[in-house]
């Protein structure tokens, strides 16, 4: 039985991950659970899946949720702790009870307690991209100084980490990422302006949060993906290419210096990488249809247009460019998204936000973490003050 945490549970993530700790209830077991502020939806988890630990990040919604357990007489039983802040968080995150932590927090949000797992030895299931994106060297060399596997659950880098098995990692040649193109790949520029949330957040395969579905439709999401595999897999950004791919069946590539390309397929349902890194090396017989490659009938690749999607070149300029640029980049990307979903800019603004802030920044080499902390802060408060 594999005790887990999970942390940001209320989220798309974390419905799938709960989904496949009740189909393998032999499996796995639940031992903590984190949120933002969604009190209403942790409850009923709670109650479904029984942690011995909780906590939300909001306090008032923390106070809610140790009202709702103190009235309730099942949860009065269960004894639960309830904790909250960031410093509730990273108890939560490093419960001394836990086999491995899933970190699915959306945003920066995700750093400190990724990093807290990882000190207290915790293998992780890392969905949060951004804790990469802000901090791949400080986070990769925790996980290193501490013996801990960081088992990729984003269905790229799962189909590259899969892809690579048995495989040398020296006869590497490149990484080839695939990117559906989202919800407005055939948009032309000029229609781009007017696009409102509601539109750029149909997402034509895959079902997720609202921010990496807004990333998905300016290819940013592909951006900080290009800067995660360059240090979960430890290799140059330029040997890393990204191919638009719209059917979302081929997940990712890697290339052998012999010309040999290994491709990892499925049907897009994000239980298929979840369940890979939760049980990993063994595969669980999950109750997916079979991909059926006569119905696909057609694979195709296209390579990306950056002029239409100019956040995924300031991913790559962020990622060469190095030290706190990469955090600047995520500050301003988060900033900026959630001002367009809550109306206050136009989708083309996203990138212009970005783009400006990063040209504001002097990037540090070789940065510590409050270094990384203070580049997001700065990257999010000059990202605010051009959005106003
Ligand atoms: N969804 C996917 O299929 C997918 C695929 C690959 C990678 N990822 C990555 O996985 C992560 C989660 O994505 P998602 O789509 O599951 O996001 P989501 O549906 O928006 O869920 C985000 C989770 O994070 C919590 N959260 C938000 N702000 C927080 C804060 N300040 N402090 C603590 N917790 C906070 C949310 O709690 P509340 O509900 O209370 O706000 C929720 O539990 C992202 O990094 C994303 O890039 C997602």
Request: charged residues 25%; aromatic residues 4%.
């Amino acid at each position: 039985m594999k005790k887990l945490v999970l942390l940001g549970s209320t989220g798309s993530i974390g419905a799938n991950t709960l989904q496949l700790v009740a189909d393998f209830p032999d499996r796995f077991q639940v031992v903590g659970l984190t949120a933002g502020s969604n009190n209403d939806k942790l409850i009923a988890q709670i109650r479904r899946f029984r942690p011995r630990v909780a906590a939300l990040a909001d306090e008032a919604a923390a106070d809610r949720l140790r009202r709702q357990c103190r009235s309730r007489r099942d949860l009065r039983d269960l004894k639960i702790e309830i904790l909250s802040g960031t410093d509730g968080l990273i108890r939560v995150a490093a419960s001394a009870e836990a086999d491995m932590v899933v970190s699915a927090i959306v945003g920066s949000a995700g750093l400190a307690p990724t990093l807290a797992a990882i000190r207290a030895r915790k293998p992780i299931a890392l969905a949060n991209k951004e804790s990469l994106v802000m901090a791949g060297p400080i986070v990769c060399e925790e996980a290193r100084r501490q013996g801990v596997a960081i088992l990729p659950v984003d269905s790229e880098h799962s189909a590259i980490f899969q892809s690579m098995a048995g495989q040398r990692r020296t006869d590497v040649r490149r990484l080839i990422l695939t990117a559906s193109g989202g919800p407005l790949l055939d948009l032309p520029l000029s229609k781009r302006r007017t696009i409102k949330p509601a539109q750029a957040l149909k997402h034509p395969t895959w079902r997720m949060g609202n921010k990496i579905t807004i990333d998905s439709a300016t290819l940013m999401n592909k951006g900080l993906e290009v800067i995660e595999a360059r240090w979960l897999f430890d290799i140059a950004p330029d040997r890393i290419d990204v191919v638009i791919h719209r059917q979302s069946i081929v997940h990712s590539m890697v290339e052998y210096r012999d010309g040999s390309v290994i491709a990892q397929m499925g049907i897009p349902d994000m239980r298929g990488p979840l369940a890979y890194a939760l049980n990993y090396p063994e595969r669980l017989p999950l109750a997916l249809p079979s991909l059926d490659l006569t119905k696909v009938k057609m694979l195709t690749f296209e390579a990306p247009d950056l002029k239409k999607f100019p956040c995924l070149g300031y991913a790559y300029e962020a990622v060469k460019t190095g030290g706190t640029m990469p955090a600047v980049l995520n500050a301003a990307n988060e900033a900026a998204v959630r001002a367009y979903l809550e109306g206050r800019i136009g989708f083309l603004a996203i990138a212009r936000v970005i783009r400006e802030t990063m040209d504001g920044h002097i990037p540090q080499a070789a940065p510590g973490l409050d270094d990384v902390l203070e580049a997001d802060r700065w990257g999010r408060e000059r990202a605010l003050k051009m959005i106003q």
